[in-house]
C-alpha cells in the first residue's frame, strides 16, 4: 500500500465493496492512511435498492468528514430511483456500449422510462441512443435526430444538475 500511494501521490486509499441481493444493496467502505497502511476508518452500509442515490451522497459527506473536508450539501431533496427502471437503465448503457448497438439499448432505456417516467438519465440514454443510430448509419438522420433532441431535453428538464442531460443536450446540438 505504501508503494501505491507514493506512486500515486496520496496520503488515503478508499477500497470498498458491494454486494446487491434481490433489491437490497450492502457496502463496506474503509480508509487507509497509505504511507503505513493504517486503518483510519470503516463502515458497512444496508439499503434497498431505490436508496442508492441518497447512499453515495451520505457516503461521500462520511468520507468528507472522516478526512476533515467540509462536503457541500444540495438544497434539493434526493430522488428515489425505482430499481426496475435502474436495472433497465443499467442494461440500455451497457447496450449502447457494445456492438449490438443503439435499438436494443433504446428498448431498454424506454422500459426505464415506462417504469419512472422522471427518470433523467434514463431519458439521456434515449436520446445517446437516437443519436448513435444517427452518426453510425444505423438509420437515416432525419428518421431520429428529432427522437435524440427531444429526449435530451427532456433529460435536462428533469435534471439540470445531470452531466450525462448536457452531454446528450450537447451531442443533439452537434449533430443537428
Known sequence: MPDIARELGVD??????????????HINVQLIFAPTDTH???EGYDRDL?????????????????????ALTSA???????????DAYLLGRYYWFTDDGSERSRQYFQKAINSQP????AWSGLADSYLLAAVSGEV??????????AAARKAVELDDSLPEAHNSMAAAYICL
Open 40 to 42: 483510519v476508518w470503516a
Open 118 to 121: 422522471d427518470y433523467a438519465a
Open 140 to 149: 437515416r438522420p432525419e428518421d431520429v435526430l428529432p427522437h435524440g433532441d
Open 76 to 86: 434539493r431533496p434526493e430522488k428515489r430511483i425505482s430499481p426496475e427502471a435502474h
Open 12 to 25: 488515503g486509499i478508499l477500497e470498498g465493496s458491494v454486494a446487491r441481493t434481490a433489491n437490497r444493496v
Open 50 to 70: 431505490s436508496d442508492v442515490i441518497s447512499l453515495q451522497s451520505e457516503l461521500a459527506r462520511t468520507i468528507a468528514r472522516q478526512v476533515g473536508v467540509t
